[in-house]
């Protein structure tokens, strides 16, 4: 039972982290000025942002990797959904707002979903 605990709560762990890596990636190759034009705080306060939650997100999964035990479900987990929940506004909201920008930029249209 326990085994099986593991693999659950690592894999939604190196989801969360893989959701928060995604975040911090796309903040960090946007001009800060498009985080501007759009009105979604700034560049800083989103890599900050998302760059902490990565930082929990990959102390979560690491541990338990490393040690081959039970996550914590205490304040690492707690931590960690904070954090991919922080990330998922970032992506649900801040950068659907950022495409949109960065296509008028180029003259072109967004012909679609930046899914």
């Not at 659950?8 to 959701?19: M, N, R, T």
């Not at 939650?53 to 914590?72: D, E, K, N, Q, R």
């Not at 950022?98 to 979903?113: D, M, P, T």
Request: charged share 15%; with cysteine; glycine share 12%.
């Amino acid at each position: 039972m326990h085994f099986l605990e593991f693999l659950i709560l690592v894999a939604l762990g190196l989801l969360a982290f893989g959701v928060q890596v995604w975040a911090l990636a796309d903040c960090l190759r946007t001009p800060p000025s498009d985080f501007e034009r759009v009105y979604k705080r700034t560049k800083t306060f989103w890599a900050a942002l998302t760059g902490g939650a990565s930082f929990f997100g990959f102390l979560y999964i690491i541990g338990p990797i490393m040690t081959l035990t039970v996550p914590p479900l205490g304040m690492m987990l707690l931590l960690t959904l904070g954090g991919a929940t922080a990330a998922g506004v970032y992506l649900a909201d801040v950068r659907p707002a950022l495409v949109e920008v960065r296509a008028r930029k180029r003259g072109g249209q967004n012909r679609g979903s930046s899914w």
